[in-house]
Every structure is written in C-alpha cells, then in structure tokens.
C-alpha cells in the first residue's frame, strides 16, 4: 500500500516560489507526477518523472518554472516551483502510478494520491 503525503503549499505573490513535497513513495518503477485541480474541476498534469530513467515530463504552462525531482533514498517527491503566477493558483495533488515507463497525462490512469495542498499566487 502507497499512502502519499503531500506538503509545502501556502500563499505568495507573483514572481515568488514554492516547493512541494510528497512524501511515502516507496515505488521502485513506475512513474509519479503532480496533478492540479483546474476552476472547471478536472485533474491536469503539472509534471511526472519516471522512477527508474528519471525521465520527466512537463506541461507547456510550466515548462522553464517548475521542475520536479525526486529523492529516492528519502521516498520523496518533489516540485519546485519558481516563477510563480496567479493562475497557477490551484489545489495541487501528488500521484503515482505502478508498472509504467513513461508519464501518462490521464489522471484516471494512476493508482495512488496523495490528499492535496493547496497554492495561493496573488498578483
């Protein structure tokens, strides 16, 4: 069983940075990503990284911003965000996914969650 824990969430203004923490990967392969909850209430992926290449993936909006690594002797998942802007404002969620070698962009295709954290960027 995988029990994802997500923290680092809070307000800043435009331009600041936050890092993001999800603690409780104990996967070996797969992959793990970070999702963001949009105002329309769907999932979109932020970023995902394959455990075992360390290949990852990110979406056009944060590409050059954010950048997602993990520690694996620490069983952490981590997004540093930088560049910070209002519409990155969201409830952020940690995931992972068993069995894979590449980022899928469906969330409903992930095995795990974690419970959120939520980001607030003010302009």
């Known amino acids: 069983q995988v029990q994802l824990v997500e923290s680092g969430g809070g307000s800043v203004q435009a331009g600041g940075s936050l890092r993001l923490s999800c603690a409780g990967s104990t996967l070996s392969t797969g992959c793990m990503g970070w999702f963001r909850r949009t105002p329309d209430n769907q999932r979109e992926v932020v970023a995902g990284t394959v455990i075992r290449s360390g290949a990852t993936y990110y979406a056009d909006s944060v590409k050059g911003r954010f950048t997602i690594a993990r520690d694996n002797a620490k069983n952490t998942l981590y997004l540093q965000m930088d560049g910070l802007k209002p519409e990155d404002t969201a409830m952020y969620y940690c995931?992972?996914?068993?069995?894979?070698?590449?980022?899928?962009?469906?969330?409903?295709?992930?095995?795990?969650w974690g419970q959120g954290t939520q980001v607030t960027v003010s302009a």
């Open positions: 995931a992972a996914r068993v069995g894979v070698t590449w980022v899928p962009l469906d969330p409903g295709q992930y095995n795990y």
